[in-house]
């Protein structure tokens, strides 16, 4: 139920009472006593929902979010193959020496097969 502003243009007075929709607007000042009192037009309250299902974020203007965007941390990068270092994996020395090694093992294991096929 809203809460409605009146005024008394007898005697000047301001108040607010708390009325239904469906309420006929008052006419008589509580100060005076006279049939003089006229509804205020009024800017109402923010409508605010609750309870679940509804979310605080979910009516931000597109300026909030672009501004909140800018303020979130940056996603973290992905990890080298190295695991100690954040670079690329093209770039980080030891993830290419790992990768030299398997690529040596490799070919030694193939020399190894051919070997045995000869023999």
């Known amino acids: 139920m809203p809460?409605?502003?009146y005024r008394c243009d007898a005697c000047g007075?301001?108040?607010?009472?708390?009325q239904a929709m469906t309420a006929a607007p008052l006419r008589t000042c509580p100060e005076c006593g006279k049939?003089?009192?006229k509804r205020l037009?009024?800017?109402g309250a923010g409508l605010i929902f609750?309870?679940?299902g509804?979310?605080?974020?979910?009516?931000?203007?597109?300026?909030?979010?672009?501004?909140?965007?800018k303020d979130a941390p940056a996603p973290a990068a992905a990890e080298s193959p190295c695991g100690k270092c954040?670079?690329?994996p093209k770039t980080c020395k030891a993830?290419?020496?790992?990768?030299?090694?398997?690529?040596?093992?490799?070919?030694?294991?193939?020399?190894g097969a051919r070997g045995a096929d000869a023999g």
Do not use: M, P, V
């Open 50 to 52: 609750k309870g679940s």
């Open 41 to 43: 037009l009024g800017t």
């Open 13 to 18: 007075h301001r108040f607010e009472r708390f």
């Open 3 to 5: 809460t409605y502003d």
């Open 54 to 69: 509804f979310y605080a974020t979910d009516y931000r203007s597109a300026s909030y979010k672009e501004a909140a965007k």
């Open 86 to 88: 954040d670079a690329d």
């Open 95 to 111: 993830a290419r020496a790992a990768g030299a090694a398997k690529g040596a093992k490799g070919a030694d294991a193939a020399k």
């Open 35 to 37: 049939r003089k009192a």
